[in-house]
């Protein structure tokens, strides 16, 4: 049978499996889409994870050599198996949390500083998943410049993981699917059609002006994400409808402690700077580990790195703080240069992290220029894995949908500080400057009733947002 029939066969086998399925699904970050794949079922089909292998093998691997194979946790791991005996090449492992004891590896199994290895994964939307695979293999010194998948969904996974150095070839597309199942009467023309009418919906978003970053929703941008904690904060925004980070410029843990049992429920992001509590002790961070679980918002440690790669990496790492081991996310200026960003990603143990780069500061007279701004946002762009977005002002700043505005200097009316911090109103920084997460700090903290104000901002923000994307997804 020709690599063209098996083809064909495959696309049947999956219908018939019920890993595609046609209708209108909802996906788990609440987007409509009128198809849904989970390949995750084949495992129970030996005869199509067979053909899966072979059509693999016939139609990428036959004339290839690369030094390992490596599936993406979970459902291409068995895929990655049969390969790796079918062609008798030797298999890497990628754990999904590296080990909390012992080696602490993350990639599993014998290689050396330089091996090539090509990646194997079953549905590519955005690429992103492809990519946390690709970063841990480059951590560990290995080529990965090579992925194949059975189905690319045409949503922009190709075009991400090219830029991240990664070339992709898959054994169907979304559209060539579609054509095999209409022609084998699967599938009617028009259910085909909506899927196709779909793909043109969800490939636009970058070109479209309708779908400037700042007019897509949470749950949408999430897709974009490359950046794991980035995927998070827009999953938890829109899941517990508030976009409000508070600042806990305090200086005392209970204090603390105390405000966020009451406030944890509000807020998606809680914005720490650890350095100025009074009576810091480890259980702080125990305890603020439980509520940030308790409550599901991240922690973002502001510590706003400025050194060089060395020392941020002793200062992330390493002291009193450990901030590496807690905080979701950091701030950092680009100042330094890129050595700084690649101590960052460096230094992750193998959690996910983020980092939020300062593009611009609220602050009146502040140096930062635009020429810096936009070198900043370039820089940004060769570390996708591990920027969560950029601490800025405007919405110019940047374009990507996968990445996240973090915007200080909030309060309920414009006014200033005594030292020259200039505050905008919600309506302002959302709906014109692009704000996706909102900094407040003293307007909560200093506030006579922190707990109803953060409701108000929460209310507030939440409205803005709302009214800034209301009808343009439609
Ligand atoms: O440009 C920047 C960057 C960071 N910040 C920080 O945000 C909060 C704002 O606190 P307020 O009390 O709401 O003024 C504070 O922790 C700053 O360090 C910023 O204000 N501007």
Not at 9 to 33: C, H, P, Q, R
Not at 357 to 384: C, F, Q, R, W
Not at 441 to 466: F, N, Q
Request: glycine share 6%.
């Amino acid at each position: 049978m020709g690599t063209n029939n098996k083809l064909e066969e495959l696309a049947i086998s999956l219908y018939n499996i019920d890993a595609v399925k046609f209708g209108e699904f909802m996906t788990k970050i609440g987007i409509k889409t009128p198809v849904y794949f989970d390949l995750r079922v084949i495992v129970s089909y030996p005869d199509v994870m067979d053909l899966i292998s072979v059509l693999l093998y016939e139609y990428a691997l036959k004339d290839k050599k690369c030094d390992h194979v490596c599936g993406v946790p979970y459902t291409a791991l068995p895929i990655a198996t049969l390969i790796s005996v079918k062609t008798k090449t030797s298999m890497l492992m990628r754990r999904k949390e590296a080990k909390s004891y012992g080696t602490k590896k993350v990639i599993e199994g014998h290689y050396k500083q330089g091996d090539s290895c090509l990646i194997i994964e079953d549905v590519v939307t955005s690429g992103s998943s492809v990519l946390e695979t690709v970063t841990d293999l480059r951590k560990e010194g290995l080529k990965a410049e090579e992925v194949i998948v059975i189905l690319d969904r045409e949503q922009g996974g190709k075009q991400n993981l090219a830029v991240n150095n990664v070339q992709m070839k898959s054994l169907f597309t979304m559209t060539e699917l579609i054509d095999i199942l209409v022609k084998n009467n699967k599938i009617t023309e028009e259910s085909g059609k909506d899927v196709i009418n779909y793909l043109k919906n969800v490939q636009a978003p970058q070109s479209a002006p309708e779908f400037e970053r700042i007019l897509l929703p949470y749950e949408k941008r999430a897709e974009f994400a490359t950046n794991s904690i980035a995927k998070q904060l827009f999953t938890i925004m829109a899941t517990k409808k508030t976009n409000l980070c508070l600042s806990v410029d305090l200086t005392s843990s209970t204090k603390i402690l105390d405000l966020l049992e009451k406030v944890g429920e509000h807020v998606c992001l809680v914005k720490t700077h650890i350095d100025i509590i009074e009576d810091f002790t480890n259980d702080f961070i125990v305890r603020l580990k439980q509520l940030a679980q308790t409550f599901n918002f991240l922690i973002l440690e502001d510590r706003k790195y400025a050194d060089i790669g060395n020392t941020v990496s002793l200062q992330y790492s390493k002291g009193l703080y450990q901030v590496g081991e807690w905080a979701d996310c950091v701030t950092a200026h680009s100042l330094p240069g890129e050595g700084l960003l690649k101590a960052l990603n460096n230094s992750n143990n193998g959690l996910s992290r983020g980092v939020f780069l300062l593009a611009e500061m609220s602050s009146e007279g502040n140096l930062i220029t635009k020429d810096y701004t936009e070198t900043t946002v370039k820089m940004a762009a060769k570390y996708p894995e591990i920027i969560t977005g950029f601490v800025c002002q405007k919405k110019e700043t940047f374009k990507d949908p996968g990445l996240i505005q973090l915007t200080p200097g909030v309060q309920l009316e414009s006014s200033k500080d005594e030292l020259g911090q200039v505050y905008n109103t919600p309506e302002k920084v959302i709906l014109e400057n692009g704000a996706d997460v909102v900094v407040v700090g003293r307007g909560i903290v200093a506030a006579k009733s922190p707990v109803s104000e953060a409701i108000i901002y929460k209310d507030t923000l939440w409205r803005c947002y709302m009214k800034r994307v209301s009808g343009k997804m439609e």
